[in-house]
């Protein structure tokens, strides 16, 4: 039995509505309590220093086949940070996607506690669950790809919600996801012969079928499920110039299914499906008009999905879209890696360079929508990782995100589309401390329907982080070098009340986090009869019985036991 | 008392094929149904070798002894803290799980470490890494492809039965199965075949002999009207995967490369200034890059006729290099035929804690990747190191004698099942189970699905598996490194959370032993 | 200057980044002995495995003497100076050199030069594979410099070269010139098969015989081609375009007289 203290820290904790309040955190076990005894309790002394909850990070790929494809292909990429082991920690490589280990050290020390993979194919779950157990102080969640899995287009071309339901809830816990991920609806299934779709309303081929019903029907589906997160989405047409229209487009369809006022779907990375103009030449940022959207609707939520400028590697379930990637020329490699009835991938190394008009004005765009959006409940802080740049530059989006003057000192280094094409100079909102806890705790907490996380209220699970910025003294928007400092060396993260990392250094090692999972019970069990084996023999090349993850697959496994209506 | 059991894993080739149905009788595997005759052979005869090590055994005066694991291990461990530059070799033919604890020991000792791809598909990884690689599963392959191309494997003979699971005799959504095509050719070749040798018996004429190097025979005219998927084999001299093919490209050796080449060039419609090529007509090259470039869904398979002839992995890059080409004209795939049932597993175990696939050395603390310089034939060429452990791999019986000779010049520890060629050569010989029949774990196919292979007897008594083994070897290294006051890593906690339910195993067979009661099982 | 002799023969691959003249410069013998380098796994100081002697000369700034062929990484990412070794020496020699001069009077491992940026390496001996070529996965091919050779290389010399001049007198392994764009590689005597191939631009003199992908299209023949400012070889030779499957525009020169199976394509002149 551990007692901990943390003492006189400003407490930042946007869901309490507690702003920068010198106050206490008592800590008993890996749970936040009202007090402990301060005699046996460690004491932490955060005088000056700012308290948070752990970080919780929305959509990050970490972990699965796609990611270690990235890996395996990418030796140049490591070969430039090797990373020693010690007494305490693992040796590994870093870089654009760095080794399991290594993964979990860099986020602990940045302090974050809890992170979610941004898909993986369901076939390939176990692999997924095997790296995630390799990833150590950190809670992770993934979430599994849907959207094009025949099972689904079948029943939901056939309008049986229920029915479909009952599959997606069988898919979700035989690979222990977490949430529905669509990515590039139908698109991935046209892929499959090379082809794509181009709007929300053409027709899938071969299933009659268009991506406005399977985003419609799996939101449907999602909420006879009672899922704690929206369908998780990456729209169609993603990374291609005027697509900010699509988005728009797919955001009015799902209008009129939020009745409640609450976000029915959460579009990831949606800088890159704000770009304006009908070819890369005429490329210009759309950011406005989704901005402006979104300040007048409360059905979606989104994340950045920030551009970094940093040699990195582009991974997606969007086959497409690597490929017409690829095609835009000037690219060593590029991996294109199909699942069958379910999904396809594909990953191209890809560097943001700050003298490129598109990449320039990419990050532009990404930190207009975050500026523009006013209510940072509704956007959160992701690089996509490591989509836009790893997640180690999330400090240098921070800065962006609380310093005019950051911004300003990147703009002059950056091509003059950033400056021209965007609305970005133009724009004073500095954000608080709190609105960063909001964008990367407290925001993403709630959307995760994760109710013990990113809080630091009793109850709230025991994943603390702290950092040497004191709002009484240091003025970030000035000092944005010195707060970006501190947001990339926590002083103290604590997961599940122990100290894992001081000073931006691991400390103990020996956390490995859980893995939460969603076990969404159905009234009527998904019946697998004969005709539905027969079907998956029909469909995979694996058997139905050695299909599921099982429990072997989850080191430490936290299910999340919820009642269908269905 | 018999009782069947389903869809067992098999673990043989990179197929990993599970729809086996095992009989078992006393603790034996009597009978197997859907196997092919390789997976028949291992999983009915061949893992209950008489040559099964029961006991691990020392090199005592030159002779092997049978000692007590405890005396194995810490003689092992002491080898391995010993050597300045000690190699672990294998890994692809056992679990992940035990892959695992291998980077982790790799990683303890300083250790160089590779497994058996680099004498097989390394070549595809590097090329990999240069290039990129377009791939799908083998199920896109079943419901889509209407070409496949078999370059330079002979699957009938490796992969048994990939041809009829995988690709063109089988059942997928958008494309049917060639098998009644392939039989009624069948029957007609016979048919033809039977009236030539009675054509010849009557006019007593010894049939001419056919060429057998270079290529001789007419364009392909049925790779334009066939209906259906169309097969073609690429090799040096006719497989029996060619018998079934519809077409078959006989090849020079050593020439892949270049007719990859010139099939790119003829891909972006460039006209070629030699009219031979690898030894086939230019004019038939025509032929196979049109039927490349007009199909729907198209595949290569490449083997290790691609990986180890000249060029090795420049054969791949190129390789991948026309298969991405044809994709700006039509779908198209290329993968791999990986050989031993987890060697995918070994590369992606790992790349995940490492980064890198194999060819790793530890010995700065940090992993370091060059194949040709840590991968194991290249270091024991150069006689680099001072200490080696094999594990699940029988080098002895593959690799080059020179390098054997110099593997032996140094202490040699042994983990294998039966008593293969490498056991007999090792200084410390240890047991173990045969993984995917007497104890569970991971592998990953040729295309990297995870499959969990099946535990289906249990093992003699006293064997440890590849994973509890090495955890020993690991624990005893810790304890010497501590002995000696140098720093070492950290045994993986049992970490429990309190306010975590851990869900009961469902399926008691496919749980893995705790870590905590290893010293019990010794 | 700082002579550095072998103590023992190495068994164990060493690796030694900290030779390089930037380290050894203003340092006592003392500090000298304990610059660290490891031998396999284990810790060493280079006053373990050397004898360290100095002398007032400058140049060269170090001397190394005895069988290097198990030391790695020397020279790596130098700058400016001058190292001499004489015997054979390990891989990765001058690595990522950004300037100075090494000279090998033995043979030299493999990725010797690998992504170098300027500079000179000779080597008095063989070359291993990979010279002058980049780390797995990379293309960023040397730069710029020189590296000459006398004897001969083995396979994937020159790969991604990006810039600059290797002079090999020997004859060359297969692949010579894989994915080179820009700079030269002159071979005095004959070369394996598939040299440029997927070479996008630079030129490729072979004075022996070689073979030609079938990917290369004659495009003339020239009485003498110029590798350096200073050099003019006297061929003739058959010049050939390509790598036309990478849409390339490199330039191999093959020598007429040693190359009669190529004479078939003057057909196409």
Known sequence: MTEILIKNGFVVDPKNKINCEKMDIAIKDNKIVKKV????????????????????????????????????????????????????????????????????????????TSVFNGSIAPMKAKHAHEELNDIPLLDKGTYILTGDWWFVLENLAKGNIDECARLVAWLIHSTRGYAIKVVNPGGLESWGFGRNVHSIDDQVPNFCITPREIMRGLIKVNKKLNMPHTIHLHTNNLGVPGNYQTTLDTMKALEDLSTDGKPVAHITHVQFCSFKGE???????????????????????????????????????????????????????????????????????????????????????????????????????????????????????????????????????????????????????????????????????????????????????????????????????????????????????????????????????????????????????????????????????????????????????????????? | MSKTINNVVCPICGCLCDDLEVTIENNEIVKMKNGCAVCEAKMVHGYKSEERILKPMIRKDGKLVSVSIDEAVKKAAQILTDAKYPLLFGWSSTVGEAQRIGVELAEELGATLDNCCSVCHGPSVMATQE???????????????????????????????????????????????????????????SGRKKIEMASKRIAR?????????????????????????????????????????????????????????ALRCLVTDQELDVDKVGGIPVDTLRDVADAMMNCEFGVIYFGLGMTQSLGRFRNIEIAIALARDLNRKTKFIISPMRGHFNVTGANTVFAWQTGYPFALDFSQG??????????????????DN??????????????????????????????????????????????????????????????????????????????????ELLIRILEEVRAIKIKRGEPVGQTEAKFTHPNTTKTPPVNTAQKKPKRATKKKVA | MVTLTAIRTFNIPIQAPCITPENFADKTIAELKKLPLTEGNRNVTLGDLFKIEQSPTETPNIILNGDLSKVKRVGQAMKSGEIVINGNIGMHTGEKMAGGKIVVNGNAG????????????????DGGDYIASPYRGNDLGMKGGLITIDGNVGTDVGCHLKGGIIKIKGSAGRFLGYHMTDGV???????????????????????????????????????????????????????????????GVGKIFANKVANPALKFYEKYL
Not at chain 1, 400 to 423: G, N
């Open chain 1, 37 to 112: 005894n301060d005699k046996n309790a460690q004491i932490i002394d955060a005088s000056g220093l700012t308290v948070m909850a752990g970080g919780v990070d929305i959509h990050s790929h970490i972990a699965g086949a796609e990611v270690n494809t990235g890996r395996i292909i990418r030796p140049e990429d490591h070969y430039k940070d090797p990373v020693r082991k010690t007494p305490i920690t693992r040796a590994g490589t870093g870089y654009s996607i760095p080794s399991t280990f290594v993964t979990g050290y860099r986020y602990a020390a940045m302090g974050y």
């Open chain 1, 279 to 566: 070819n890369w030449r005429k490329f210009k940022s759309g950011a406005e008009d989704i901005a402006k959207y979104m300040n007048n609707h409360t059905h979606m939520t989104l994340d950045m999905g920030q551009v970094t400028f940093s040699d990195t590697t582009t991974m997606t379930a969007d086959g497409p879209f690597e490929f017409s990637l690829y095609e835009l020329g000037g690219h060593l490699k590029w991996v294109n890696s199909d699942v069958e009835t379910e999904s396809s991938g594909g990953i191209i190394p890809f560097h943001y360079k700050r003298n490129s008009p598109v990449s320039a004005l990419q990050w532009s765009i990404g930190l207009e929508l975050a500026l523009l959006i006013n209510d940072p409940w509704k956007i959160f802080m992701t690089t996509d990782h490591p989509n836009g740049g790893p997640f180690y530059d999330y400090p240098k989006v921070l800065a962006w995100l609380y310093s005019k003057k950051a911004r300003e000192a990147t703009l002059k280094k950056c091509h003059k589309s950033a400056r021209k094409k965007s609305l970005l100079p133009s724009i004073d909102r500095e954000l608080s401390l709190y609105e960063i806890a909001i964008m990367t705790r407290a925001g993403t907490a709630q959307a995760l329907g994760l109710p013990n996380k990113g809080h630091l209220g009793v109850g709230a699970d025991a994943d603390v982080a702290i950092f040497n910025i004191n709002p009484e003294t240091l003025d970030i928007a000035q000092k944005y070098r010195t707060a970006r400092k501190a947001f990339a060396n926590a002083v103290y993260t604590l997961k599940d009340g122990i100290i894992v990392a001081k000073d931006g250094q691991i400390v103990n090692s020996q956390v490995p986090g859980r893995t939460i999972w969603v076990d969404a019970q159905t009234k009527d069990p998904c019946r697998i009869d004969d005709d539905m084996k027969r079907k998956f023999k029909e469909y995979w090349t694996i058997e139905y019985e050695n299909y599921p993850v099982t429990d072997h697959y989850v080191k430490i496994s936290d299910k999340l036991a919820i009642k269908a209506s269905v």
């Open chain 2, 131 to 189: 290039i990129g690689i377009p791939a799908a599963t083998l199920g896109q392959i079943r419901h889509r492809a209407d070409l496949i191309v078999y370059w330079a494997c002979n699957p009938w003979a490796s992969h048994p039965r990939h041809v009829e699971r995988y690709t063109a005799f089988t059942d997928g959504r958008f494309e049917g199965s060639e098998w009644k095509n392939y039989l009624q050719k069948l029957k007609a070749d």
């Open chain 2, 205 to 261: 004429v010894e049939p001419p002999i056919k060429p057998q190097v270079c290529f001789t025979g007419p364009p392909p005219p049925m790779l334009e009207h066939k209906p259906g998927r169309k097969m073609i084999v690429v090799d040096v001299r006719k497989t029996m995967t060619a018998e079934v093919a519809d077409y078959f490209l006989q090849i020079e050796p050593n020439r892949d490369y270049d007719v990859i080449e």
């Open chain 2, 366 to 383: 940090y992993p370091q990747f060059n194949p040709g310089e840590n991968t194991a034939v290249d270091l024991l060429k150069r006689g």
């Open chain 2, 386 to 467: 001072d200490a080696t452990l094999i594990i699940s791999a029988d080098p002895a019986a593959h690799f080059p004698s020179v390098i054997m000779q110099n593997m032996l010049k140094h202490p040699l520890i042994t983990i294998n099942p039966d008593m293969n060629a490498i056991s007999r050569l090792g200084d410390v010989v240890f047991p173990t189970q045969w993984c995917g029949i007497e104890y569970s774990g991971t592998a990953y196919r040729m295309d990297a699905v995870p499959i969990t292979l099946k535990k289906v007897v249990e093992a003699p008594p006293g064997i440890l598996t590849d994973e």
């Open chain 3, 110 to 125: 493999g990725w010797t030069g690998s992504e170098m940026k300027k500079g000179a390496i000779e080597i008095h001996g």
């Open chain 3, 185 to 247: 590689i002159y071979v005095e005597k004959d070369c394996d098969v598939r040299a440029g191939a997927c070479m996008t631009g630079g030129k490729i003199v072979i004075g022996g015989a070689l073979e030609i992908l079938p990917s290369f299209t004659i495009d003339s023949v020239k009485p003498k081609v110029k590798v350096d400012d200073s050099t003019n070889i006297v061929g003739p030779f058959y010049v050939f375009l390509g790598d036309r499957s990478e849409r």
